[in-house]
């Protein structure tokens, strides 16, 4: 791997958070953000010292609004979660234990966290119920292109009946038994990784990961009160997606292969950590690897205003989404699809089908308007 | 506010008109150096914020007078009415609730740490330490705050101690609103929140439609319930409720709790003991 | 999408400025809107942190809660937008008109309705969690609130329901109803900003509307439209500002906070009044009186309701409610389209591409052919239309034509840029064709497979709008007054 090594420059890799992680199965299809991942580069540093910095930022509000809410479930021991708990799965009075795996004293390492986590979820696997049942806090990894990555996920892993389950705390309301598509559907993939990082842990330590639910537990407020409710939420799609994705990302031998030799994203910080490399040097670099921009990159991935300037100036159609695309039958190109549009350019064979479409359509918008 | 605060301020008004201006005219350059202005004046503006911040002493002018006595005296008041190991949070909550006090989050930040600072200078020299609770690894629990005086058994957190501990601090809630000798919905209002609030998470506890059925379900309904909003628990209900599930949990609890305590004993001095050991040592220790 | 809207992006993105999809409003537009731009503090549900109302370009009504935690504020502001809401509400349900039906009795129907404009979908949906926040709080007993507050409540939810209707104007998202009459030469995602989507439409001098489109996403020179703020003005202007009111609660803190926010809401409102004095130009398409009449019957009707003192809207509909109503949907949705074809040659050209319409010339018609014999005769014209679309309807299909709208013909076969069809419907009652209702030789004419089943509502209340008491479900249990807000974070 010292290809990615060289790729990323003098650097450590940037660790892939959870957040991160699911935004991978994002653009599946995007071999630059494919390597990009794979290298463990900093795309945000990429992307800002490229002058097209990520327009990605989170409210203080909104940050501090989800603490407060994490907090209110967790205190006491998780009272209020084993309350949902006791109603939603019908968990036994007896099965209250919470052991918080990140209240080891100090501040020892990842590894070193990692590995208590280990030895109390394989006692947890081995023995009986009331081995445990609310683990906090406990530090996962997951190998990502030959990466590894560490896991910090506020979540509870929660064990009833010999299987375990996810427990993800989201701060966005759930009112009169609905909340926002989107918000519920991202919570679903990040608490897919940790899933799928939960599974393989158990999987290391010669368990069988089908103990690890594909239920997860969405413990989020309730209607204008800060009560917290639970809902479970299948996230077999998303992990599906997710190990796709992954797997995708292992293979990125072959696209890095392909790459010109001595291609660098080396930002050559200097001794401050500011980059120094001409950024037209870098530009070239990042060109060197083919994108595939969508509209949706705008809200999952750092280089997005990069790449839509690069694809607006290349008069890519993908800028203008996959509807657009798909009413236009994939032609490549504003240009090329303008002039199949006013007869000047011949279609190729394969394309007389959206040239006459076009070519009428053009028609009727110049009889009409 | 300061001077420096205003000027700060008109220089972020200013900065941020400049930035559209030169947006406006394409001065893609002159932009990208006015944000970059921007970052520090606001920066700066921070910190100016912070350092003109009144330090939680002086900010509390209509503090009631209760809360004459020292910060540490007010905490080991609400952790004694508990008798448990509680987190910030909740001995704020009690101590606001039952003791009509005024205590705020950050004023315990940095407690634990003056108390072992003094502990260190010269041990044992007052009457009781606010000290920190134990975990399996015989660390420091985060956030959790005891009293020195307490027996081992009772600072150190097995797994069922959070729920053993919860279970208590309710019935000790709930006991203490019953020693006010008037009927629940008398009580002060924020003593009553605190009830209503301990008693959803325990089964059979609150007055209707929260809890678990099973233990103590016979009692549903029998709360008085009439303040509109919520209803208040009877705090005897309550005591009964949390007592039959702490008799679920106890045995193993107290199994749990002598043996973290009988290793805590084995392994740390004094110190250690108070305020927890370090993660590492033990480790090695443990090997 | 069409591939005519798909073309007018590509032309948007050739020219840098947007193109028209519409020749007319296909949206109601009141003589005097009310504008609404509600913001939200992040992180929150329905925590209102100010907003910006008022019918007069000139004199904006700004609202600020000062510090959105606090559960006496963010009420104090529901009382101050009822206070703004309510008479502008009030005012039109004082001018009636008596409706003459057949066969029934006639009634009476507010001769206007409110029309609140918000910028984009995402306020609707805020509208509506503001009404569901506020409609079932009480005026007396604890937590009570200012009696205009569930009055308030009950009018956003009004609002927030007839925005789902397809065609109303009740509630309009100014993104919504610019994108439906201009393409722009970005994705529709992009097109949600409304900042750049005006900046295609309607660009600055000197600039073209790429150009400003980037320029607008820039929060620092275009503060988003909201509910949302931008998270950097969050973090460097609200959030002191909110922090020095929380400790002093002072004036001039306060004051501090509503300088805040106006400096986010007033471009916005800026650009607000732009969309519609450029809606505003555009003429009204035939079909938009009788949808609005439409949303004033509805209004009416609710009006009344209100006034007898009916329960708040339910908190959800019942599963049988639910099923119909998305039928009733789909088929407002349906008429919908179809007027907006019928009304406008742009729209129908994309029908025309997909092949359920098409134009042509008349070749031949036989206006006095009929079927049948004796009693049973039927005048049934035929017509045979040349045209060069691509016509893709199978015999029997059902048509209408803008020409002639109460008209309707059937496909009676296609040939090769011919299309023979017969008259069914609208051709008068006599032996032969009525004068005028059969196109002559050598008329262009347009034929579509839409139907357009809209009867203006013929009672009371609009049927969207049925409330329970009239058979609906039943509402379920309505507590007292809701679980507090424990404000634990305050
Ligand atoms: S923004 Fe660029 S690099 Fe990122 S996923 Fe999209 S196309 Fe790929």
Redesign the interface.
């Known amino acids: 791997m010292d290809r990615l090594d060289e790729l990323r420059g003098p650097v450590p890799p940037r660790p892939h958070d959870a957040r991160a992680i699911a935004a991978l199965a994002a653009n599946p299809g995007c071999a630059r953000r494919a390597v990009l991942d794979a290298a463990g580069i900093d795309k945000d540093a990429t992307a800002t010292h490229l002058?097209f910095p990520a327009?990605f930022?989170?409210?203080?509000?909104?940050?501090?609004?989800?603490n407060?809410f994490e907090?209110?479930v967790k205190?006491?021991?998780?009272?209020?979660l084993?309350?949902l708990l006791?109603?939603i799965l019908g968990l036994p009075?007896?099965l209250?234990?919470?052991?918080?795996l990140?209240?080891?004293?100090?501040n020892?390492s990842a590894h070193?966290r990692h590995s208590h986590t280990r030895r109390l979820l394989d006692r947890a696997a081995r023995d009986g119920d009331?081995a445990?049942?609310l683990y906090d806090h406990p530090l996962l990894r997951l190998d990502i292109a030959g990466h590894t990555s560490y896991l910090e996920p506020d979540v509870v892993a929660f064990r009833l009946g010999g299987r375990f389950h996810i427990v993800e705390i989201k701060?966005?309301?759930v009112?009169?038994?609905q909340a926002e598509p989107d918000k519920v559907a991202a919570a679903a993939r990040q608490a897919a990784v940790y899933v799928l990082a939960l599974r393989d842990t158990l999987e290391e330590l010669g368990h069988d990961p089908a103990r690890v639910s594909h239920d997860v537990v969405l413990v989020c407020?309730e209607?204008?009160?800060?009560?917290p409710a639970a809902t479970l939420v299948d996230v077999r799609r998303e992990l599906a997606v997710l190990r796709r994705q992954l797997a995708r990302m292992t293979r990125v031998g072959a696209i890095v292969d392909a790459l010109e030799p001595g291609l660098t994203f080396d930002l050559v910080p200097d001794a401050g950590g500011a980059p120094t490399r001409p950024v037209a040097d870098l530009r070239e670099a990042v060109r060197g690897v083919g994108a595939r921009y969508a509209?949706?990159c705008?809200s999952t991935c750092d280089l997005c205003f990069f790449c839509r300037d690069e694809a607006a100036s290349e008069?890519s159609?993908d800028?203008?989404?996959r509807?657009?695309r798909?009413?236009?039958g994939g032609v490549a190109t504003?240009?090329e699809?303008?002039g199949l549009?006013d007869g000047s350019l011949i279609p190729d064979e394969g394309q007389e089908e959206i040239a006459?479409?076009?070519r009428?359509?053009?028609r009727?918008?110049a009889?009409?308007? | 506010m300061s001077e420096s605060l205003d000027d700060l301020e008109e220089r972020i008004n200013t900065l941020r008109s400049e930035i559209r201006r030169a947006v406006r005219a394409r001065e893609?350059a002159l932009a990208?150096s006015l944000r970059a202005e921007l970052r520090g004046a606001e920066r700066a503006w921070d910190q100016a914020l912070a350092a003109h911040e009144p330090t939680p002493d002086e900010a509390a002018p209509d503090e009631p007078p209760g809360s004459l006595l020292p910060v540490r005296e007010q905490v080991h008041q609400a952790l004694t009415l508990l008798g448990v190991p509680a987190?910030g949070?909740?001995i704020v909550a009690v101590h606001g609730a039952l003791r009509a006090g005024s205590l705020r989050g950050p004023q315990l930040t940095s407690l634990r740490r003056d108390e072992e600072r003094s502990f260190r200078t010269s041990p044992f020299a007052r009457p009781y330490y606010l000290c920190a609770a134990l975990?399996?690894?015989?660390?420091?629990?985060?956030g959790l705050l005891a009293v020195s005086t307490w027996p081992l058994e009772k600072r150190v957190i097995?797994?069922?101690?959070?729920?053993v501990?919860?279970l208590t601090?309710a019935i000790r809630v709930a006991e203490h609103l019953l020693r006010l000798d008037e009927p629940a919905e008398q009580a002060p209002p924020g003593a009553q929140r605190l009830l209503a609030r301990?008693a959803?998470?325990i089964?059979g506890a609150a007055p209707y439609g929260?809890?678990?059925p099973?233990?103590g379900a016979a009692v549903r309904g029998a709360g008085p319930g009439v303040v509109p909003g919520f209803a208040v628990p009877d705090p005897a209900v309550v005591v009964k409720a949390a007592r039959a599930?702490l008799a679920?949990?106890a045995d193993?609890d107290a199994t749990a709790r002598a043996e973290i305590a009988g290793r805590a004993r084995d392994r740390l001095r004094d110190p250690e003991r108070l305020f927890?050991?370090?993660?590492?040592t033990l480790?090695r220790r443990e090997a | 999408?069409?591939?005519?809207?798909?073309?007018?992006?590509?032309?948007a993105?050739?020219t840098g400025a947007a193109q028209?999809l519409a020749?007319v409003r296909h949206c109601h537009l009141s003589e005097r809107p009310m504008v609404l731009i509600p913001l939200r503090?992040?992180?929150?549900?329905?925590a209102p942190l100010a907003a910006m109302a008022g019918t007069d370009p000139a004199r904006p009504r700004l609202l600020v809660v000062p510090q959105p935690r606090d559960r006496d504020l963010r009420f104090a502001f529901a009382a101050e937008l009822a206070e703004i809401l309510l008479p502008y509400i009030e005012g039109l349900q004082k001018a009636t008109e008596t409706v003459e039906r057949r066969g029934a009795e006639p009634f009476e129907r507010c001769v206007d309705a409110p029309q609140v404009i918000v910028p984009n979908r995402s306020a609707v949906a805020f509208v509506q969690?503001l009404g569901?926040?506020t409609r079932f709080r009480r005026a007396e007993g604890e937590y009570a609130v200012h009696p205009s507050v569930p009055v308030l409540g009950r009018w956003l939810t009004f609002l927030a329901q007839r925005a789902q209707y397809p065609g109303s104007a009740s509630l309009l998202a100014a993104t919504e109803a610019m994108s439906l009459h201009w393409a722009t030469?970005?994705?529709?995602?992009?097109d949600a900003n409304l900042a750049s989507l005006m900046g295609w439409i309607d660009p600055p001098p000197g600039m073209t509307g790429a150009e400003a489109a980037r320029e607008a996403?820039d929060p620092l020179v275009w503060p988003p439209a909201g509910p949302?703020?931008?998270?950097?003005f969050?973090?460097e202007v609200?959030?002191p500002a909110i922090r020095a009111y929380a400790e002093t609660r002072s004036d001039r803190a306060a004051a501090r906070v509503g300088e805040a926010v106006r400096s986010q809401l007033e471009p916005t409102w800026r650009l607000m009044w732009r969309a519609v004095g450029l809606l505003g130009a555009l003429p009204a398409g035939p079909g938009v009186a009788a949808r609005w009449e439409g949303d004033r019957a509805s209004f009416t009707g609710f009006a009344a309701q209100l006034a007898e003192g009916g329960p708040p809207q339910p908190?959800?509909d019942g599963a049988v409610g639910a099923a119909s109503r998305l039928a009733r949907m789909e088929r407002a949705q349906a008429s919908y389209d179809a007027q907006r074809a019928y009304d406008d040659?742009?729209v129908?050209?994309g029908h025309?591409?997909t092949g359920e319409a098409f134009t042509g010339t008349v070749l031949a018609a036989d206006p006095d052919h009929a079927e049948g014999e004796g009693r049973g005769r039927k005048l049934r014209p035929l017509l045979t239309v040349r045209t060069s679309?691509?016509v893709r309807l199978a015999a029997g299909t059902r048509l209408g034509t803008p020409e002639r709208r109460g008209q309707q013909a059937e496909v009676v076969e296609i040939t090769g840029g011919h299309v023979t069809l017969k008259i069914v419907k609208g051709m008068g009652r006599g032996r032969t064709a009525s004068p005028g209702s059969v196109p002559e030789v050598g008329e262009r004419v347009c034929y579509a497979a839409l139907t357009d089943e809209y009867q203006p509502p013929a009672s009371l209340p609009a049927p969207e709008d049925t409330p329970w008491t009239h058979g609906g479900p039943p509402p379920e249990h309505v507590p007292a007054v809701?679980?507090?807000?424990?404000?634990?974070?305050a």
């Open positions: 002058g327009p930022g989170q409210s203080p509000f909104a940050i501090t609004r989800g407060v907090a209110l205190e006491s021991g998780c009272a209020e084993l309350r006791r109603e009075i007896p209250a234990s919470y052991t918080d990140g209240d080891v004293g100090g020892p070193l009331d445990g049942t701060s966005f309301s009112i009169d038994g407020p209607n204008f009160a800060n009560r509209p949706d705008l008069g159609t800028l203008l989404g509807q657009v798909d009413a236009l504003v240009a699809a303008l549009a006459r479409l076009l009428l359509a053009d009727m918008y009889e009409v308007s | 893609g990208r987190a949070k909740m975990t399996d690894r015989l660390s420091a629990s985060r097995g797994p069922l101690s959070p729920r501990d919860f601090t301990l959803q998470n089964p929260t809890g678990t099973g233990a599930e679920v949990h193993a927890g050991g370090a993660m590492l480790a | 999408m069409s591939t005519l809207a798909a073309l007018a992006r590509l032309r993105v050739h028209r020749t503090l992040a992180g929150e549900a329905a969690l569901r926040s030469g970005q994705s529709a995602l992009e996403e949302a703020t931008d998270p950097g969050d973090s609200l959030a908190k959800r040659p742009l129908m050209a025309r591409l679309d691509p809701e679980e507090p807000d424990e404000e634990e974070w």
